[in-house]
């Protein structure tokens, strides 16, 4: 079983940028699905940016051009770099993991707790 753990969220202004951390233990080898997420009251829990098996990488529309998701060569953590943040992007995030490949028709089983990201005009 995967273990996650997520940091650094915090209430920032329009314009401004967070960059998130998800500490990962549990991979047996490189090479692993990555994810963050994000879930706001009312609404349903939506992917923001993955890495895939093979190290494809993909981002939601919503946050293509400002998000940035990276990790380190160990995969023993991984990071979600925000920028230009604007108030819809305010939620809850959470990462997520996989070993190997990424989920398309099941949930994710491995998630961390979530940090909340507040952003304000």
């Known amino acids: 079983q995967l273990q996650l753990a997520e940091s650094g969220g915090g209430a920032v202004q329009v314009g401004e940028s967070l960059t998130l951390s998800c500490a990962v233990s549990?991979?047996?080898?490189?090479?692993?699905?990555m994810a963050w997420f994000r879930q706001t009251i009312g609404k349903e829990r939506e992917e923001v940016a993955r890495?895939?098996?093979?190290?494809?990488?993909r981002y939601a529309d919503s946050v293509k051009g400002r998000f940035t998701i990276s990790k380190d060569r160990a995969e023993k953590n991984f990071w979600l770099q925000m920028r230009d943040l604007k108030v819809e992007d305010t939620g809850t995030y959470y990462c997520?993991?996989?070993?190997?490949?990424?989920?398309?028709?099941?949930?994710?089983?491995?998630w961390g707790q979530g940090t909340q990201v507040t952003v304000s005009s």
């Open positions: 549990g991979f047996t080898s490189t090479d692993n699905c």
């Open positions: 997520a993991a996989e070993r190997f490949w990424c989920p398309d028709k099941r949930p994710f089983q491995n």
């Open positions: 890495f895939d098996y093979g190290n494809s990488i």
